[in-house]
């Protein structure tokens, strides 16, 4: 059986969304930050002590992306992961997109707007964060200008991933993004997905 060890509110939701997109049978081990993490027995799993960790029949993985990469490839040939060896390297390539320019620019401004104590956050940063934010934003709209989805008219890999990165921002009311419309309703139409409900459910 595979095992995903982390929480929905982690990074491990987005590997929790893409089990429940490929519809397989899972066990969720809750391992939070606070904590559990630091234990001998999680720290024998995945030494770094993060979340979340993947076991999928005694092969481990850690790093999320990592993971959500492994198990598109290994278990959504020719849907989630493209057929098209192009489109698997777009995957890849907007995976990566995703992280580098995309996630420290919103993490400034979420740490600053949302998770840090009032005391310690800085509007100065938040608002560079948000500046940094914009290339970027404008990258995505300009991509979705013809087509529903990152590749084209499928939701594939590179949505879920980008989308679990990018909606933190819209979602907790810290990040605007009316001036980038096809962007918007892209972050709509991927976030109704029943697979990604059945990790949040309301």
């Not at 982690?10 to 081990?29: D, F, I, K, P, T």
């Not at 420290?104 to 800085?122: C, G, I, K, S």
């Not at 819209?170 to 990040?175: C, Q």
């Not at 605007?176 to 991927?190: E, F």
Request: contains cysteine; aromatic residues 8%.
């Amino acid at each position: 059986m595979i095992k995903l060890y982390g929480i929905p509110a982690s990074r491990a939701g987005r590997c929790l969304w893409m089990l429940q997109e490929l519809g397989l049978e899972y066990e969720n081990v809750p391992v939070s930050f606070l904590g559990d993490s630091r234990k001998p027995e999680y720290l024998a799993i995945n030494p770094n002590g993060h979340i979340p960790c993947l076991d999928d029949n005694g092969l481990i993985l850690f790093e999320s992306m990592a993971i959500n990469l492994h198990l598109a490839r290994t278990y959504g040939a020719g849907g989630i992961w493209p057929a098209d060896e192009a489109d698997q390297s777009r995957v890849i390539q907007w995976s990566i997109w995703g992280m580098t320019e995309v996630e420290p620019p919103l993490m400034t401004v979420l740490m600053n707007r949302a998770f840090l104590p009032e005391p310690q956050r800085d509007e100065t940063k938040a608002e560079a964060g948000e500046a940094g934010l914009k290339a970027p934003l404008q990258v995505l709209e300009d991509v979705l200008k013809d087509r529903d989805y990152i590749l084209g008219s499928e939701f594939t890999a590179a949505d879920l991933n980008v989308h679990s990165i990018l909606s933190w921002g819209p979602a907790l009311g810290r990040m605007d993004v009316s001036d980038t419309a096809r962007l918007a309703r892209w972050l709509t139409r991927c976030g109704e997905r029943p697979s990604l409900a059945r990790v949040y459910p309301s």
